[in-house]
């Protein structure tokens, strides 16, 4: 009996850490450049009793798939093409992103949607004059105004053996260092677009409900045992 509950507090804490997982990724169905979180699991038995299997407390991962694009027509909107990010100066540092959505400070600094300064494959802020009118930016990155190109939108590939931690939702933090992209026709920038989530809305709120569900059916049958095993005590307790 004891097993059992052991058995069951291993699937609620696997179950509450999918539930969280599934809550982030749907709050973050309309976040353009969002990257959804996915879980693994390990199954463990237990060398007490190997009859028993035990579920991991899971590993959490962000899934890199690219997110649906959309035209806007908004000079200051980008969207990357293959599997590169845009990068940002952060308070964190260096960090990366799918959110292409620009917006101009009033000395020409070209920024994220949140202020962070956009980055050029070197590192360094882009600047741009504020009184030349909206960029034009080319496939391979290349910022321009009134014919005259100003710099280079950063593009940086990430190593797939790398693990991610968020920052701000729509960026990341990799655990090496990020390189730059020179020369990769697999790669650019899309202007006047604007990348969406990878969150698979229905998919998402299908498990959602159907995690709920099971956390709730655990919860039952552990209520069930430990009303039980309560039960028997005072069996036991009484005829000693």
Request: glycine content about 10%; proline content about 5%; cysteine-free.
């Amino acid at each position: 009996m004891e097993n059992s509950i052991y058995v069951g507090l291993s699937s609620q804490i696997s179950l509450e850490r999918r539930l969280d997982a599934l809550a982030h990724n749907v709050a973050n169905m309309s976040t353009p450049g969002f990257r959804a979180t996915g879980m693994k699991f390990e199954t463990m038995v237990s060398k007490a009793a190997e009859d028993s299997s035990f579920v991991s407390a899971g590993q959490s991962y962000i899934k890199t798939e690219a997110g649906p694009i959309t035209q806007t027509g908004n000079p200051l909107d980008m969207a990357a093409k293959g599997d590169v990010w845009f990068s940002m100066q952060t308070p964190a540092g260096q960090v990366f992103t799918r959110d292409g959505r620009m917006q101009m400070s009033t000395t020409g600094e070209l920024l994220s949607i949140k202020g962070y300064p956009i980055l050029d494959a070197g590192g360094q802020p882009l600047v741009i004059d504020p009184n030349g009118g909206p960029p034009e930016i080319s496939a391979d990155g290349a910022v321009y105004q009134n014919k005259r190109q100003l710099g280079s939108i950063g593009l940086f590939t990430i190593n797939p053996n790398a693990k991610l931690t968020y920052f701000d939702n729509s960026a990341i933090i990799p655990s090496v260092a990020a390189q730059p992209v020179i020369d990769n026709p697999h790669a650019g920038v899309l202007q006047g677009a604007i990348e969406g989530s990878n969150v698979d809305a229905i998919g998402e709120m299908t498990r959602l409900m159907s995690v709920t569900r099971a956390f709730e059916r655990v919860d039952a049958l552990l209520r069930g045992n430990e009303g039980t095993f309560s039960e028997a005590i005072k069996t036991l307790g009484s005829k000693t």
